[in-house]
């Protein structure tokens, strides 16, 4: 073979191998695209999925790793967010007289003795009621909620039987403040009397306990609400007390007070007994309160038109074996804004007779004074309603107030509407949202609701509700003082002291209503009963505590136009 042909032979071979690497680095290359394209679509079609996933489909196992961290009983909270009611861990003190086993005694000392230590960490508790339970040898709590210091003191005692198991309790942050509204959860771990009872499947639902449960109440309104009245049942020596704050346009109830109140945190012998709630389940005859009731209702009516009219007062009204009078004398003869101001029976009594039973019945009714009242609680008592066709005498003890008894709810609420514009809403203990419209019944005419406003605002500057005066607030209201019912009639000794009141009468936003338990005479209530001393002073003292709080600041350059009633008022009274 010639040089030539040698060469042009080697180099068609690495030509050739030219060739070959060539190809194999461009199936090398493509193999590595499809790898790639595959990861490529596997990916897009994992993050498809993982996408579809968290927009369309719940993932479980996230779902039960969420619900894990949530406590198991949702939180309640005031309208402003403050906790009213919390859940968290803590531990019990449990009496385990087996956990020595055999049939010896339970315990290491005599009942005696570990009843005395338990008593050194625990002063409240009672030794010789705690030594007698010890000695039974029977299973149980010997006290909930324990702190981690003192679960460690009990351990320090070496005492097996005395266990202290970790469990999940329920805490009220504010102790007794608002327990009525709250109510509490048992030791069944379900929600008791208020707003525990109705949240109840709301709070254990896992797919919304996260979100806590918001109320009506301001705790800062509350908490006044609660003081003022403790100190006027103080001060009056009164049994019992009760109290409210209601948004008139609403309905809100931004406080609500039942005194005596007790602990939810702890549910004593003693605190069973105040659970009890005297705003939604005790009815009472409020007396003079319903007198602007129907006062509103006859010149609605038509029945009154001239205010100035005068109605004999100095004569007692004897109707079919009854008497109507007045706790003193008030002159010859009254008008309507004097009968108001010094709270006349006779002249109100006269007035309900014309309006008649039948359109003061409709009324009430419209008030909602004939059934529970609405609210979320669920311990609400029934009115006691005169049945059948009112009489006369009905109508006109109906008219000042006896002869009907209701809750001090249910006064609320009527008095929202007089002062309102004429609509009566349903109270409520669930926050609002602004802008929220809640819907109610025109009761009365929006100029007869104007017309309330100046003579409520009347009897405070002028008669008997001048101690609920508040200056800068243009408090409005009535007492009223009734004595209650007994065995072969009224009782003189036992009164009911309620103040109404709405502020301010310009423009109300808030009624609230205090009232007092069988109050007796003392030197803070210059020796009197009746509401005007004890009830119309706490409401004085109220209303410029919470005033700024719900965003109400005094203002003394505002006040009702009262010059066209101003002269028809003579001389001051009392009641």
Known sequence: MTA??????????????????????????????????????????????????????????????????????????????????????????????????????????????????????????????????????????????????????????????????????????????????????????????????????????????????????????????????????????????????????????????????????????????????????????????????TIAAAIDAGVVTDLGHRFQSNRALKIGGFEIKDSHALGASLNVPEALIHSSNIVTAQIGDQLGGVRLNQTMRALGMDQRARIELPARGFPLWPKGEWSRITTMTVSYGHGIAVTPLHLAQAYAALVNGGVWRPATLVKVEPGQIVPGQRVFKASTSARMRQLLRMIVELGTGRNANAVGYRVGGKTGSAEKPGVGGYRESSLVATFAAAFPMDRPRYVVIIMLDEPQGTAATSGQRTAAFNAAPVVGRLVPRIGPLLGIMPDATRDVDISDLAPLVGKKGKE
């Not at 695209?33 to 927009?55: D, H, K």
């Not at 009397?193 to 301001?218: C, H, K, W, Y």
């Open 4 to 293: 030539i042909a040698v060469s042009t032979a080697i180099s068609s071979g690495r030509g050739a191998l030219v060739n070959v690497r060539a190809r194999s680095l461009l199936v090398a290359k493509w193999r590595v695209l499809w790898v790639v394209a595959g990861f490529g679509l596997v990916a897009s079609a994992a993050l498809t999925r993982i996408a579809f996933l968290g927009l369309f489909e719940p993932a479980p196992a996230q779902q039960q790793f969420g619900t894990a961290l949530l406590p198991e009983r949702g939180d309640i909270v005031d309208r402003h967010g403050v906790p009213l009611a919390r859940a968290f861990p803590a531990y019990s003190l449990w009496y385990n007289p087996a956990a020595l086993g055999g049939d010896g005694p339970p315990l290491v000392r005599t009942p005696r003795e570990v009843a005395e230590s338990l008593v050194r960490i625990f002063p409240d508790l009672e030794v010789n009621a705690l030594a007698a339970r010890l000695a039974e040898g029977r299973p149980g709590y010997l006290r909930r909620r324990i702190l981690p210091e003192d679960a460690n003191r009990i351990h320090n005692l070496g005492e097996p039987a005395l266990e202290f198991p970790r469990e999940t309790e329920r805490f009220y942050p504010q102790g007794s403040m608002g327990a009525h509204v709250l109510g509490f959860v048992g030791a069944d771990g379900q929600g008791h009397v208020g707003m525990e009872q109705v949240f109840n499947d709301r709070l254990t639902d896992p797919a919304q306990r996260g979100t806590p449960a918001a109320l009506s109440i301001d705790t800062r309104v509350q908490g006044a609400l609660e003081d003022e009245l403790m100190r006027g049942m103080t001060e009056s020596n009164a049994k019992g007390a009760a109290g409210i704050v209601l948004d008139v346009e609403t309905g809100e109830v931004v406080a609500l007070a039942s005194l005596p109140s007790f602990n939810p945190n702890l549910i004593d012998r003693a605190g069973e007994g105040f659970i009890f709630n005297r705003v939604t389940n005790q009815v009472y005859e409020l007396g003079s309160t319903f007198k602007p009731i």
